[in-house]
């Protein structure tokens, strides 16, 4: 494979932050952290906007204090266990205490999603809050989640993306070989990250949460079409490779088991989008006069 006339070495970035003592935060810690803050900060002004609430029930502050408790176990059991169900069963299942071994890696947004969705209607039923309304209010601030997180992950030098021995800012990453490669995690930190909290924040202000489950329909449909693009990039998991065999590959680029689980995303996001626009998630006592 022909060396393009300009690539880029991998900056030399410590994946340790900080150490203190024995103990040592490395920046995947501290993109999660960024991320549920920041979403933390964000969700707490969206929550005291009676404009975008009416006339559903507001949140109180008191309600997003703890409800970021429920999410971050929701992202970190549900992003493990979907990485280890989807993405390397098999290697688990011969070695499960490395189940529990998170700090080496291994988490699955679609898993994360699921576990966060999970905790979020869990939390609301028990506060009387509406689901679908607080689930809008999470797909709002969730790309700040993505966007630290896809730098993290370029900071580690993984997820690479795949061969660019053409493209002049290809990346030469430490521990995937001389070919230099798209920098994919930037591509999705920009995608799924940046633009989807531009449409988010441009959805919210306009429709605010008058009507259930459509911002957060918008939000799966959006992130579903911008993991879906940045794939074409991306390399896919070793242990996985390209699915359904070489002819599939030859035609479509390569199927990855990412563009997989994005596809049932974007029908769900479309068909809540459907269902809430036209008012079927409201509450009877909320429902317009006709």
């Not at 989008?273 to 006069?289: L, M, V």
Request: charge should be positive; charged fraction near 10%.
């Amino acid at each position: 494979m022909p060396m393009p006339l300009v690539a880029l070495s991998f900056p030399v970035i410590d994946p340790v932050a900080v150490t203190i003592g024995p103990f040592a935060i490395r920046w995947y810690a501290l993109a999660y952290v960024a991320g549920l803050l920041g979403g933390w900060f964000y969700a707490k002004r969206l929550a005291a906007s009676a404009r975008l609430w009416e006339p559903l029930r507001q949140p109180k502050p008191l309600d997003i204090d703890d409800l970021i408790v429920w999410v971050a176990l929701g992202v970190v059991l549900g992003g493990r266990i979907g990485y280890v169900l989807f993405y390397n069963l098999s290697a688990y299942l011969a070695q499960p205490l490395e189940i529990f071994a998170v700090w080496r890696g291994g988490m699955s947004f679609h898993g994360g999603f699921a576990g966060a969705a999970l905790a979020i209607m869990l939390f609301s039923r028990s506060r009387g809050l509406n689901a679908l309304a607080m689930l809008d209010l999470a797909s709002v601030v969730a790309p700040l989640g993505l966007f630290f997180g896809r730098l993290a992950n370029f900071i580690n030098g993984e997820l690479w993306g795949r061969p660019a021995p053409d493209f002049p800012y290809a990346v030469v990453f430490p521990h995937a070989g001389p070919l230099p490669r798209h920098p994919s995690q930037l591509y999705e930190a920009f995608g799924e990250g940046l633009v989807l909290f531009v449409i988010m924040a441009f959805a919210v202000n306009r429709l605010g949460f008058r009507r259930p489950g459509l911002l957060g329909g918008i939000f799966v449909l959006g992130y579903a079409i911008a993991r879906i693009v940045c794939e074409f990039f991306r390399e896919p998991d070793e242990q996985l490779g390209f699915l359904f065999g070489s002819s599939i590959q030859a035609l479509s680029g390569g199927i990855t088991m990412g563009m997989l689980l994005s596809v049932p995303m974007a029908i769900l996001g479309l068909a809540i989008i459907w269902i809430a626009a036209r008012g079927y998630t409201r509450p009877a006592a909320a429902a317009e006069p006709a």
